[in-house]
């Protein structure tokens, strides 16, 4: 077999579509694959939020766009889709990032309206998305799909049984994926975050974070953003052509440490 000399690391011009894109992850996200030479869709629930990290992204030069897209609505998935397409007749590459945490015990009287709102958010939200881009996806070269989903998808925290449900469902979900999809040449690869310095958890005491750390990450710290986007990065390099149903720890090593 002769040598493969041609893998590029370059996404330069490809369209990336980033869910949850005003915030944290996704945020830095959009702009690593800007700087990257990604034409960056940035969609999230809040227009003024979208606009303030297209305008960021724009202002260094790099080429962003901004779309309204609440992954938990039908209709808002379609419409925003349609918009996208208009405008940019192909996707390459599908970050299903959006997200949110919400603590509830198995007893609490709120339980299930707390179940339903997270997988429509976390799980089938990431659904709406693929089926929405799929078509789009299958007319491009280098097709990639990465769907976050967390540490609580391979273990489990107390109070969290309806957000460890449904980040184990994006595991199963991308490993199914990648074997259906794998004749049409689309990876699906999974990114499961450790504790990360976002929004989602800046409630978090600061001393509360760093005994947690202490005690549980073998690097000692929280994570930051910037350093997920760049895992991501790396499931949707022209390159990664053979990586698929991949499912990667960015945590520090939570994951790995038994005591
Ligand atoms: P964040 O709160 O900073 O960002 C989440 C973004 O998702 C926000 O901009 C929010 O508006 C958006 N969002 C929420 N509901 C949405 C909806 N219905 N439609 C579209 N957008 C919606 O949090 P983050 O930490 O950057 O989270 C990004 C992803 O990483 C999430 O899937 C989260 O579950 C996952 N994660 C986070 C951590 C962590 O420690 N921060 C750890 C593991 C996994």
């Not at 945020?27 to 960021?56: C, H, P, R, W, Y």
């Not at 499931?235 to 960015?250: A, H, K, N, R």
Request: glycine share 8%.
């Amino acid at each position: 077999m002769s040598r493969l000399t041609k893998l590029s690391r370059s996404i330069k011009g490809h369209i990336v579509l980033i869910t949850g894109a005003a915030s944290g992850m996704g945020k830095a996200t959009a702009q690593l694959f800007s700087d990257e030479g990604a034409i960056t869709i940035v969609t999230d629930l809040d227009k003024k939020a979208v606009n303030d990290v297209v305008q960021e992204i724009n202002s260094n030069g790099n080429k962003a766009d901004g779309f309204v897209l609440d992954v938990s609505d039908e209709r808002s998935v379609s419409s925003a889709l349609s918009e996208i397409l208009e405008k940019y007749t192909n996707l390459d590459i599908l970050i299903n990032n959006a997200g949110i945490a919400i603590s509830t015990s198995i007893d609490s009287d709120d339980y299930e309206i707390f179940w339903d709102k997270t997988h429509d958010v976390l799980l089938k939200g990431q659904v709406r998305l693929i089926r929405a881009c799929l078509p789009s996806l299958k007319k491009s070269t280098f097709p990639r799909i990465v769907n976050i989903s967390s540490t609580e998808g391979l273990g489990a925290s107390p109070k969290h049984s309806p957000y460890t449900s449904a980040k184990h469902g994006v595991i199963g979900l991308t490993r199914s994926l990648a074997v259906e999809l794998g004749s049409l040449g689309i990876t699906v690869n999974c990114i499961c975050p450790g504790p990360i310095n976002t929004a989602m958890t800046e409630k978090i005491p600061q001393k509360d974070k760093e005994i947690y750390s202490k005690r549980r990450v073998p690097l000692k710290r929280y994570g930051e953003p910037e350093e997920v986007a760049h895992a991501t990065l790396n499931f949707c390099l022209p390159s990664s052509s053979f990586i698929t149903g991949s499912v990667l720890q960015v945590d520090g090593g939570l994951t790995v440490k038994r005591a």
